[in-house]
């Protein structure tokens, strides 16, 4: 196996091992507020998980949904119906490091605090937070644990 392939492999190995390393408590969920202004309420959470080296990310964005009445209005009162999860990819520059502390400043239109409305693609609709945060979980480990290990070639026996 020449160099430029050792490389590529070592580096894969280290995602497949850091993926499925991972447990629902190394995860940072942080309150998502709507454009990231406080004053629009906490209506979520978001989790950046991050690849060796920053090279790549996922961030998972949990969603409350509160029931409707007959009008179609929601009714926060009445409590969480479902916690909606979203997953958004990111790679190569596009990764982001961190989003801003949610404050009271309105963010400008190019701001990177508002990159945190960007959801990315529907994934389920829960029932509980927990079950939320855990197929977040499983849903990383799956394509960085369980599809990258499949570019994994065997490990050469040392002479």
Request: proline share 8%; glycine share 6%.
């Amino acid at each position: 196996m020449d160099q430029d392939k050792r490389v590529e492999q070592k580096r894969i190995r280290r995602g497949v091992e850091r993926a499925y390393a991972l447990w629902l408590e190394d995860l940072e969920w942080k309150p998502y507020y709507p454009n990231n202004m406080l004053q629009c309420g906490q209506e979520g959470w978001y989790c950046v998980i991050q690849g060796p080296n920053g090279e790549y990310a996922r961030k998972y964005t949990i969603v409350f949904q509160y029931p409707e009445n007959e009008d179609c209005a929601a009714c926060p009162n009445q409590g969480i119906d479902r916690y909606i999860l979203y997953e958004r990819c990111y790679s190569g520059s596009n990764v982001p490091i961190a989003y801003p502390e949610p404050s009271r400043e309105s963010a400008g239109p190019s701001s990177p605090a508002l990159g945190v409305n960007d959801f990315g693609r529907f994934v389920y609709a829960h029932k509980t937070l927990e079950q939320a945060k855990k197929r977040a979980l499983s849903a990383y480990q799956a394509v960085y644990g369980y599809a990258m290990s499949h570019l994994l070639e065997p490990e050469e026996d040392a002479p």
